[in-house]
Structure formats: structure tokens, C-alpha cells
């Protein structure tokens, strides 16, 4: 079993930015694709950003392209999503979820945090 924990999460104007923070700890058995998943109030919770394990494959939603960025640290057991040009309708739960696959699915993710909270303010 994988324990995923957010950190970073927070109140930022719009145009700002913010960093989070995901780390893993449990079986390192396998190697876990990393993605980051949103939810707004009154929404489904969406894809936001996927890495591969070895780093090699990256994926990003339509809606933060060019805004965000995905990485994990050297160590992998890391994964932050630096977030920039923050808009009010990023405002949202940040999950951070580990499967075995990479996919924009949240279906297909099998470990997930608690989410941190980002509120954007216009």
C-alpha cells in the first residue's frame, strides 16, 4: 500500500503562485505513475497532471497548460505540481494519486491523499 500526503495547498491571488507537495511512503514494490487530480465545489473531480515513474511521460490538462508543472524528485518518492498564473477557477481540491498506469483517468489511480486545499481570489 502506497500513503500519499499533500502539502502546499493555500489562499493566493490571481496571476500568483503556488507549489505542491506530494509524498509517497509504503511499498516501493512497484513503480507508480504519479497524478494530480482536482475538485471545485459542485464538480467532479478532474485531471489536472500525470507523470510517469521514471519521469519520461508527462501529460497536462487542456485547462493548465503552459501553467503548470509537473516533477518528482530524484528520490521519486516527491512529486510536486508547481502551479503559475494561478486563475480563480483553479480554485479547488488538489489531490495527488499513484497508479500503475498512465492515464488521465482517476479510474485508473489506485492510492490518493487527503487533497490540500488552493484558493484562488480574484
Known amino acids: 500500500q502506497v500513503q500519499l500526503v499533500e502539502s502546499g495547498g493555500g489562499l493566493v491571488q490571481a496571476g500568483g503562485s503556488l507549489r505542491l507537495s506530494c509524498a509517497a511512503s509504503?511499498?516501493?514494490?512497484?513503480?507508480?505513475?504519479m497524478g494530480w487530480f482536482r475538485q471545485a465545489p459542485g464538480k467532479d473531480r478532474e485531471f489536472v497532471a500525470v507523470?510517469?515513474?521514471?519521469?519520461?511521460?508527462?501529460y497536462y490538462a487542456d485547462s493548465v497548460k503552459g501553467r503548470f508543472a509537473i516533477s518528482r524528485a530524484s528520490t521519486r518518492n516527491t512529486v510536486y505540481l508547481q502551479m503559475n498564473s494561478l486563475k480563480s477557477e483553479d480554485t479547488a481540491v488538489y489531490y495527488c494519486?499513484?497508479?500503475?498506469?498512465?492515464?488521465?483517468?482517476?479510474?485508473?489511480?489506485?492510492?490518493w491523499g487527503q487533497g490540500t486545499q488552493v484558493t484562488v481570489s480574484s
Open positions: 494519486a499513484a497508479g500503475r498506469v498512465v492515464t488521465v483517468s482517476k479510474d485508473y489511480f489506485d492510492y
Open positions: 509504503g511499498s516501493t514494490s512497484v513503480d507508480y505513475n
Open positions: 507523470i510517469s515513474w521514471n519521469g519520461g511521460v508527462l
